[in-house]
C-alpha cells in the first residue's frame, strides 16, 4: 500500500524506551489501534502484538529487537520507534534514539526504576532528544489503600464501574484526543482489580485450596482473551461501529453488579470487625 505524501513540518518520530515489561509495546499497540492504523487490537501476552512479530517475541512474549510502525494524527504522521527494554539490547535502543525527533519514557509504577529506563534516559540525555514520561500501571500502588477505606470487593466493583462506562463512550466520540482520554482513564482504572482480586481470592479460601483457586480464576480470563479477537473482528467485519467496546463494556458491568450481588457479605478476616 502506497502512502500519500507528507509535508516535513508535518513529520514526526518518536522512541518508546524503558525497562523490560513496563509497557511500552502495549502503548504503542493502544495508540495504533484507536488512530486506525490497525484493525485489531494485539496484546503482548497473547502473541498478538504487531510490535512484536519475531516468533522468539511471540514466544517469550518480550521485546528483543527495535520495530516501527506509523499512525496519523491531525495531518501529522506520528512514527513510533518500539525498543527493548533489557540492557542486553541496548544497541537497539542507541538505533532507536537515533531515527527518532523525541522520546517517550515508559515507567512501570509497580516495580520502579530498571536497568532499562536508567539506561534509556541517559542515551537521552547524551542524545538530547525532547522527552517526557508515561507512568504505567499506577493503578497497582493506588489500589490496596482504596481497599483500605472500602473493602476489596468494594474497590474491584467500584473501580471497574466507570472503567467500563469510558469503554462504552469510546465509540460515541469522534476525536482522537478525547477517545485517548477515555482510554487512558479507563486504562488507570480497569487495572485496579488486579491485586484486589488476588487478594480476596486468596483471603477466602484455605491455604491448601489457594493454588487451585489461583488456576480456576486464571484460565477463564485466558480463554476469554483468545476468543475475543476473533469475535470483535467479526463485529468490525459486519459494522465499522465499536460494537465490540460497547459489547465489552456492558459484559464487564454486568458482570461487576453480580459480583457484588454475590460476594458483598463475604468478607476476608482482615475485613471482618
Known sequence: MTMKSVDPAHLRSVVLAGHAGSGKTTLAEQLLFRAGAVQRLGRVDDGTAHLDFEPEEQKRKESLSLAVATFEHDATRITLVDTPGYPDFVAEVISGFAAADGALFVVDASTG????????????????????????????????????????????????????????????????????????IRAALSQMDVPTRSSYVMAIVLPEERPAAAS??????????????????????????????????????????????????????????
Not at 499506577?138 to 462506562?165: C, D, K, Q, W, Y
Not at 463494556?249 to 453488579?257: A, T
Not at 453480580?258 to 457479605?265: E, H
Request: charged share 10%; net charge positive.
Open 216 to 273: 480456576i480464576t486464571s484460565v477463564p480470563r485466558s480463554l476469554a482473551s483468545a476468543m475475543s479477537p476473533f469475535l470483535a473482528g467479526y463485529l468490525l467485519g459486519v459494522s465499522p461501529f465499536g460494537w465490540p467496546l460497547l459489547l465489552a463494556g456492558s459484559v464487564k458491568i454486568v458482570y461487576d453488579l453480580l459480583l457484588l450481588a454475590m460476594f458483598r457479605k463475604v468478607r476476608p478476616p482482615e475485613e471482618i470487625p
Open 113 to 184: 526504576i530498571g536497568a532499562g529506563l536508567e539506561t534509556a534516559v541517559a542515551l537521552g540525555r547524551s542524545t538530547g532528544r525532547a522527552a517526557c514520561f508515561f507512568l504505567n500501571a499506577a493503578s497497582f500502588l493506588v489500589a490496596p489503600r482504596i481497599a483500605e477505606r472500602v473493602g476489596l470487593v468494594n474497590t474491584m466493583v467500584f473501580t471497574h464501574l466507570p472503567a467500563n462506562l469510558c469503554l462504552i463512550a469510546v465509540p460515541f466520540v469522534d476525536s482522537l484526543p478525547v477517545a485517548l482520554v477515555l482510554l487512558f
